[in-house]
């Protein structure tokens, strides 16, 4: 089995933004991959762009951190000249620009989240080919594959914040389980009047779905438990 | 048809020399394998600082080239930086980004960063997009306490609290994984790199012959050049090994003289400016 591990580094990626009454949650799974290879199992995903302005990445991880440094650094001199924090609108319209005009040499699908004072809580969509999509939620990366049908079905305007939060830990846990490029940790980042918060939630505190194991030290240990009864008609 | 107006050379490398490598390789020319440190390098944070390790064998395809090369490299006198991949590139992109932090500790007048030398070698590589082949893992304690990054040939970045590269990047990370710890001591960390490097040594055919391992924390590095030689020259020939004139016997001598041709010529034009 070939690991090809001078493959470029790809986000495989699980990235979630969804908009509730009062801000905005962002989420993120926390694999990094090099090809087969797991390169970082505890990656950073969701990175700051200003304080109120938070971007989730997916694609290539150079293509990404490059982009996230140009946008903060054109971001800052922005807000000195503006006199006041950026508005997320603007934050979202340069990483489009940045995408769009490169888009033959960058590799990057981008939601763009965060709070100003006009508009609230906002969730902006910065797919492959550069366009810019204001939504109400949005789902990108590998593993949005297995969350279309998901949140067609969950989905609900204004929600609280303790509703948004779990809305987005569930949907990054269901598409780890399946997408085998997305995995380790779920990480969220809140944003709203009062602030950000950053939030971690580890292997055992995310919910286990149809067929998972329970994490354990070591696979023997299932080979000396007791032989499950067979099935009967 | 006119002239064509002279354009500004750019920067980056020339590709022109692609299509006549192609038909050489069709005409079936083996080409010579790159220089690469096949390599396995490590890194990790302790309680004090960040201990680097790395092995010493530096390969040409199949054959060892260097037995004992040093694949720690100096960044800063708080910044080392382990190198893996195409050889000539881990070099040149090392020395080049410790110039330059150089000229800007005497620009600000400051001990450097280890986010800065980070900047520096992450836009490099990613404006040559891949193709300088540098797998690298920096390791520092600047006025922010101690950092540990690995940085990719395609420029992207991640910052870890133990971080393996190479080849052997998968034996010495599962020795990690198994027994890395928060808050290990100096003696614990630097056992725990040797060993790390040793699975790398004895499991990865990139990767041989001796240990080196880098110790830097708050105002002092230590850089232990071969800290282990598990690879020791177990045959020694008793007949010593320097040859003597005359020990070499010689079957048969044949001398031919150069015939030089020059033309010397009489006159000629003069020198016209």
């Known amino acids: 089995m070939d690991l090809d591990l001078s493959a470029p580094h790809s986000t495989g990626t699980t990235i979630i933004g969804v908009t509730y009454n009062g801000g905005v949650v962002l989420g993120a799974d926390s694999r990094t991959s090099t090809g087969m290879y797991v390169a970082n199992r505890a990656s950073d995903k969701i990175t700051e762009l200003t304080d109120n302005v938070y971007v989730c990445r997916s694609g290539s991880a150079a293509d990404t951190q490059v982009i996230s440094d140009y946008v903060r650094y054109f971001l800052h001199q922005h807000t000195i000249q503006l006199g006041q924090p950026a508005t997320v609108k603007v934050a979202a319209n340069l990483v489009r620009l940045l995408s769009y005009q490169n888009k033959n040499m960058l590799q990057a699908g981008v939601i763009v989240g965060g709070w100003d004072k006009y508009e609230g809580g906002q969730i902006y969509s910065v797919p492959l080919g550069g366009t810019i999509l204001r939504q109400p939620f949005s789902i990108g990366g590998s593993g949005s594959s297995y969350l279309y049908g998901f949140f067609d079905q ?25 997408d085998g490029a997305s995995g380790g940790v779920v990480r969220t980042v809140t944003i709203n009047a009062e602030g950000v918060t950053r939030k ?29 009864e067979p099935m009967s008609t | 048809m006119g002239r064509m107006t002279e354009l500004p050379t750019k920067g980056g490398f020339s590709f022109d020399l692609c299509t006549r490598n192609d038909m050489l390789l069709k005409n079936g020319l083996q080409m010579p394998p790159f220089r690469k440190t096949g390599t396995t390098i490590v890194g990790l944070v302790f309680q004090d600082g960040v201990v680097l390790g790395a092995d010493t064998r530096a390969t040409e395809g199949p054959i060892v ?10 960044m800063a006198p708080n910044i080392y930086c382990c190198g893996a991949g195409t050889a000539a590139d881990t070099e040149a992109v090392t ?33 040559y997009q891949g193709h300088v082949s540098a797998a690298l893992v920096l390791g520092g304690f600047d006025v922010t306490g101690p950092h540990l990054h690995t940085v990719y040939p395609h420029g ?76 020791p020259r177990t045959y020694i020939s008793s007949k010593g090994y320097t040859f003597v004139k005359g020990q070499t016997e010689v079957l048969s001598t044949k001398i031919t003289s150069i015939q030089p041709k020059v033309e010397a010529v009489e006159g000629g034009d003069a020198m016209e400016e």
Not at chain 2, 112 to 119: E, H, N, P, Q
């Open chain 1, 154 to 178: 969950a989905w609900k305007e204004d929600m609280t914040h303790e509703e948004a939060e779990q809305l987005v830990v569930k949907a990054a846990s269901l598409a780890m389980a399946r």
């Open chain 1, 200 to 228: 971690f939630y580890g292997g055992d505190t995310l919910p286990l779905w149809h067929d998972e194991l329970e994490p354990t030290n070591s696979l023997l240990d299932l080979l000396s438990s007791s032989v499950p």
């Open chain 2, 65 to 74: 080239a260097d037995k004992n090369c040093e694949k720690i490299h100096f």
């Open chain 2, 95 to 127: 020395d080049m980004v410790s110039s330059q932090l150089q000229l800007h500790r005497y620009a600000t007048g400051r001990e450097s960063r280890v986010v800065t030398a980070l900047t520096l070698l992450k836009s490099h590589l990613f404006s």
């Open chain 2, 156 to 231: 992207s970045t991640d910052t870890l609290p133990f971080a393996t590269m190479g080849s052997g990047s998968l034996a010495a990370m599962s020795v990690f994984e198994s027994k890395y710890r928060e808050g290990l001591t100096r003696e614990e960390g630097i056992e725990l790199v040797a060993e790390a490097i040793c699975a790398g040594i004895f499991n990865d055919l990139g990767s041989g012959s001796n240990v080196d391992v880098c110790v830097i924390t708050e105002g002092k590095t230590e850089y232990l050049r071969n800290y282990q030689l598990p690879n």
